[in-house]
């Protein structure tokens, strides 16, 4: 059975930056896409970006573009997402996840077609 451990989330201020981190256990995933993806109070738990299973395509939501770099180490089972520039609305718990039973395309990742989750890691941005 798959383990995804996010880490790396903490309290910053607003133009700061976060590097999240996600280490997959049980199974070898650099076949497989993977992705980030963020729940703030009171919302929907949302796409933010995502990776396919060779590195080489990414894929984020408008309001992170130019800001969050999402990359893969598949040689230490990683998945990272560096974020600059944070702001107050990037305040919320961010997962780790992807579907690791059957080839999903990363560009086709969304929060219904994800089978492996994290814990969650906050991530705080004061104004």
């Known amino acids: 059975q798959v383990q995804l451990v996010e880490s790396g989330g903490g309290l910053v201020q607003a133009g700061g930056s976060l590097r999240l981190s996600c280490a997959a256990s049980g199974r070898t995933f650099s076949s497989y896409a993977m992705g980030w993806f963020r729940q703030a109070p009171g919302k929907e738990r949302e796409f933010v970006a995502a990776i396919s299973g060779s590195g080489n395509s990414t894929y984020y939501v408008d309001s992170v573009k130019g800001r969050f770099t999402i990359s893969r180490e598949n040689a230490k089972n990683t998945v990272n997402l560096q974020m600059n520039s944070l702001k107050a609305e990037d305040t919320a718990v961010y997962y780790c996840?992807?579907?690791?039973?059957?080839?999903?395309?990363?560009?086709?990742?969304?929060?219904?077609?994800?089978?492996?989750w994290g814990q969650g890691t906050q991530v705080t941005v004061s104004s």
């Open positions: 996840a992807g579907e690791l039973s059957r080839p999903i395309r990363a560009g086709q990742l969304r929060v219904d077609n994800c089978g492996s």
